[in-house]
T-cell receptor
Framework: NAGVMQNPRHLVRRRGQEARLRCSPM?????VYWYRQLPEEGLKFMVY????????ESGMPKERFSAEFPKEGPSILRIQQVVRGDSAAYFC???????????????FGPGTRLTVT | AQKVTQAQTEISVVEKEDVTLDCVYE???????LFWYKQPPSGELVFLIR??????QNEISGRYSWNFQKSTSSFNFTITASQVVDSAVYFC???????????FGSGTKLNVKP
């Protein structure tokens, strides 16, 4: 069973460009979380999605950031008009149920490292 | 408000020493979950343990052990007889009962020297 896949693993964008980060959850998982990790810091929650629904986006910046998890295909984290402060590692995690219930957990992808030049 | 504090930014030990990583949390929820994750130099996060707020039993898994104390809002992690492969950043995390979001501490970087 393949794990959580994220692509690209590394992404370089110039200021003002758009960044699209993809997350393919594990097979059978319908819950996806996105996190951002700034250098030397912990993970900061951004958004929690189920298929076609945003459940909690309280950690998302109000502007330029959006996320979706369509019925078919991967979850997408989109950052418009990137700025240098967006440089970070972006992790997604998937779960078959809300993470923590029963024996299920969040399974993390390897992350996408975004560099804004 | 929910918050996780890992006061130890970086710890260095010599192989075979025991080491304890501290985690203190804040929450007003009566039902919550606590986690530890390991982030090796390769970058991926590896789940280590989950504990719910109603289960204060300490847990041991091989060289790893966890001490959960609600009275002090702490969930500390001990590695016995550390090994070089234990070198990583370790994160403590908190989730509310509905699991809609997770709060991570800033991490403790553990360096185990041969």
């Amino acid at each position: 069973n393949a794990g959580v896949m994220q692509n690209p693993r590394h992404l370089v964008r110039r200021r003002g460009q758009e960044a699209r980060l993809r997350c393919s959850p594990m097979k059978g998982h319908s819950h996806v979380y996105w996190y951002r990790q700034l250098p030397e810091e912990g993970l900061k929650f951004m958004v929690y999605l189920q298929k076609e629904n945003i459940i909690d986006e309280s950690g998302m910046p109000k502007e330029r950031f959006s996320a979706e998890f369509p019925k078919e295909g991967p979850s997408i984290l989109r950052i418009q008009q990137v700025v240098r402060g967006d440089s970070a590692a972006y992790f997604c995690a998937s779960s078959p149920l809300p993470a923590g219930k029963s024996s299920y957990e969040q399974y993390f992808g390897p992350g996408t490292r975004l560099t804004v030049t | 408000a929910q918050k996780v504090t890992q006061a130890q930014t970086e710890i260095s030990v010599v192989e075979k020493e025991d080491v304890t990583l501290d985690c203190v949390y804040e929450t007003r929820d009566t039902t919550y979950y606590l986690f530890w994750y390991k982030q090796p130099p390769s970058g991926e996060l590896v789940f280590l343990i989950r504990r719910n707020s109603f289960d204060e039993q300490n847990e041991i898994s091989g060289r790893y052990s966890w001490n959960f104390q609600k009275s002090t809002s702490s969930f500390n992690f001990t590695i016995t007889a550390s090994q070089v492969v234990d070198s990583a950043v370790y994160f403590c995390a908190l989730s509310a009962y509905n699991f809609n979001k997770f709060y991570f501490g800033s991490g403790t970087k553990l360096n185990v020297k041969p």
